[in-house]
């Protein structure tokens, strides 16, 4: 399988270009996945240029590049400043974040990610990890279950969907998708199933790999690894991350407003560059995983 094959890259240039590279400078594409973006970065690199990924995810790890100014670390980009002072890195100029499940996760039916096959209910990024789409389904009680749905999909049915679940795995342990799907399609409204089933999926995703959880810590973490005027040009897929991203490049914060010195200035971290950035038609035409991509980049100050 090709890199290209294994996930497409979105916004490939606008977010390359958001990093305003330095060609000799030390980038981190902390969602390597198929490599796109990370060969787009090399590709602006010189012989003294540097670049660091990372990527939880063992099949991505295929996709490594042979490169001497490349390195790629199998981790959660949540733990990225540990994992770059083991490499001896302080400081960089420049960090790419495309925060989308890759096309060859939701194509491996083994791996759960998606509606479209039966596999066993699984969505985890890190195969290590001991929290599973089954554990989520079939442990956590009703109330957890109501304020996931809640929180990661925005379901106004939730507590249905959680009394639904709970009721049916007094009988048996729920453990394929395909199963899942059964039991919940009928609750759905007529016409829009596939477009719910899919949320209800990505509620359950994000629960597993805590990606709200990981996503903070990581932002959290950035103006302190960038040196004044580096970048971070990252890619949102939901409401949710995508909030979280824009607040922190406006604020430094994920919520409230920063405080004011006795002057009534405010000290944040980093100023938004250009306006919020989405894939064009053709571009979705192409990739239809692309359609709800959000593109924001900040320069630290």
Do not use: W
Request: aromatic share 10%; net charge neutral; glycine share 6%.
């Amino acid at each position: 399988m090709s890199n290209y094959e294994y996930h497409k890259p979105v916004l490939l240039h606008q977010t390359v270009d958001g990093l305003a590279i330095d060609p000799s400078g030390t980038y981190v594409d902390v969602t390597f996945g198929g490599g796109g973006h990370s060969k787009e970065i090399l590709n602006r690199l010189n012989d003294q240029g540097r670049l660091f990924a990372f990527d939880q995810d063992a099949d991505a790890q295929a996709n490594a590049l042979e490169d001497s100014r490349f390195t790629l670390i199998p981790e959660n980009f949540r733990y990225i400043k540990r994992f770059l002072r083991f490499y001896g890195v302080k400081k960089v100029d420049g960090i790419l974040g495309d925060f989308g499940v890759s096309s060859h996760q939701f194509n491996e039916a083994e791996r759960g990610f998606s509606t479209r096959f039966d596999g066993r209910l699984d969505m985890r990024m890190n195969q290590n990890d001991s929290l599973s789409a089954y554990q989520v389904i079939n442990t956590y009680d009703e109330e957890q279950l109501r304020d996931m749905f809640y929180a990661y999909a925005d379901l106004k049915n939730a507590p249905k969907l959680a009394r639904t679940i709970v009721a049916a795995r007094k009988d048996a342990p729920i453990v394929t998708s395909q199963q899942l799907n059964d039991l919940l399609t009928p609750l759905l409204f007529r016409g829009k199933e596939f477009k719910i089933l899919a949320q209800i999926y990505q509620a359950i995703r994000i629960e597993v790999n805590q990606e709200i959880e990981a996503l903070k810590e990581f932002l959290l973490q950035t103006p302190e690894l960038l040196n004044p005027g580096g970048r971070i040009s990252l890619i949102s897929y939901h409401s949710l991350e995508d909030r979280l991203v824009k607040r922190f490049i406006r604020n430094g914060l994920f919520q409230g407003e920063p405080e004011k010195d006795m002057f009534g200035r405010v000290e944040v971290p980093f100023k938004k560059v250009g306006k919020l950035i989405v894939p064009t038609p053709q571009e979705v035409q192409e990739n239809n995983r692309a359609r709800s991509a959000k593109l924001r980049v900040g320069v630290r100050l």
